[in-house]
């Protein structure tokens, strides 16, 4: 399949060596392998609600096939609070998508996750030893994960060259980030690897959020908050996926979305029951404040249990990706043109300056030259 043959996984390292190198073979390896534990997994966990999803996805596959050209796949990030199931809804994708035959490539990056419920063409546990990295530096969990990102991200290029290699032959790329959130959207390292997958194919994130918790308008409204955050610092398009809506259906969410009086009435109910006046009216104000960014924004029910709303978020996902390639890729490359207009300015400087120190050791030579003549 154009990638290199896997080598089993060799286990954990005794006490503590460095981190291995990423190595091209080593992020490349098993394609053939993990597709097969792909297809695997899709056939045991999809359920008939996720089977007539896999319709949809199968069919939108066909209608990108038949075009003159085949459009670049697109890549979908999956962000959101821990417990929010954001692992369980890249799964449930993942075995859509095998399930319609519809072309994709995973990633795990999650390096302290025990076990990927899904098959991935690229893991990060191949490349870099958790808890060896824990040990040998002295780090908590939060801070042996971030070094992992970081060690990963060195090697990210070789990551995308094994991407790009694959671009013909995918739909999407879907990419499963660390459970603690703010270790991934807020590092160099997750700025790096989005960016560079930015910069290489469309690419949406998804934010998953638990349904059943965001009742509270008070939770909801700190969900907004962070979506709102993340997509501003990324610059990508985002879609908000309300999950295991099996639990509790997500229309009341979407209706504080669009309607601010039914969410003031709720927050009111919740603040005369919990007796928190305080918080009431800050909820209030950042609703407000919130107002266009809802007016912006594309959401999703989905149940990762059941399937059960997978079709809309395929849609919410196109929809994002033709946002992506009508205001995010010409911002992308206007960025890019202008870090590479500072850089030229800043070797013309050097030059400049270069020549100018070149200049005045000449002058200095030729006046102590004229003085040792004298």
């Known amino acids: 399949m154009g990638d290199e043959q896997q080598t089993p996984a060799s286990p954990a390292p005794a006490p503590a060596p460095a981190p291995a190198p990423v190595a091209a073979t080593s992020l490349g390896q098993g394609d053939e392998d993990h597709q097969a534990e792909s297809d695997g997994a899709g056939a045991t966990t999809t359920t008939a609600a996720g089977a007539g ?20 796949p697109v890549a979908i990030v999956f962000v959101g609070m821990a417990g929010s199931g954001k692992t369980t809804v890249a799964q449930r994708v993942s075995a859509d998508l095998h399930q319609s035959n519809t072309p994709v490539y995973a990633m795990n990056l999650d390096p302290a996750v025990a076990k990927v419920p899904f098959g991935c063409n690229i893991d990060i546990r191949d490349t870099v030893n958790y808890k060896g990295v824990m040990k040998q530096y002295g780090l908590g969990p939060n801070g042996g994960i971030m070094t992992c990102l970081n060690l990963f991200a060195t090697k990210f290029d070789q990551v995308m060259s094994l991407v790009e290699k694959r671009t013909d032959e995918i739909d999407y790329v879907l990419m499963d980030t660390p459970g603690q959130i703010e270790v991934f959207t807020w590092s160099a390292s997750g700025a790096i690897i989005t960016e560079s997958l930015a910069a290489t194919v469309p690419t949406v994130l998804a934010y ?11 939770t909801f409204m700190s969900n907004m908050l962070y979506a709102c ?44 029951a919990h007796g928190e006046a305080y918080i009431e009216d800050l909820t209030r104000s950042m609703s407000l404040v919130l107002d266009k960014f809802y007016a912006g924004i594309r959401s999703c029910g989905v149940s990762a249990a059941t399937g059960a709303g997978i079709e809309s978020f395929y849609a919410a996902v196109e929809e994002a990706r033709s946002e992506y390639d009508e205001f995010y890729r010409p911002e992308m490359e206007r960025r890019r043109d202008e870090a590479k207009r500072l850089e030229e300015q800043h070797r013309q400087a050097a030059v400049a300056r270069m020549r100018k ?10 006046d102590v030259g004229s003085d040792a003549a004298a």
Request: net charge negative; glycine share 4%.
């Open 53 to 72: 999803a896999s319709t949809a996805a199968g069919a939108s596959g066909e209608a990108t096939k038949a075009g003159a050209s085949k459009k670049q």
């Open 208 to 218: 998953v959020v638990d349904t059943p918790r965001t009742t509270n308008p008070v």
């Open 229 to 272: 955050s993340i997509m501003f610092k990324t610059k990508l398009p985002i879609v908000i996926v309300f999950n295991k809506t099996d639990v509790v259906s997500h229309e009341f969410a979407q209706e504080w979305m669009t309607d601010f009086e039914a969410f003031r009435d709720a927050l009111e109910q919740h603040s005369e």
């Open 357 to 366: 120190n070149m200049k005045m050791d000449e002058n200095i030579k030729t």
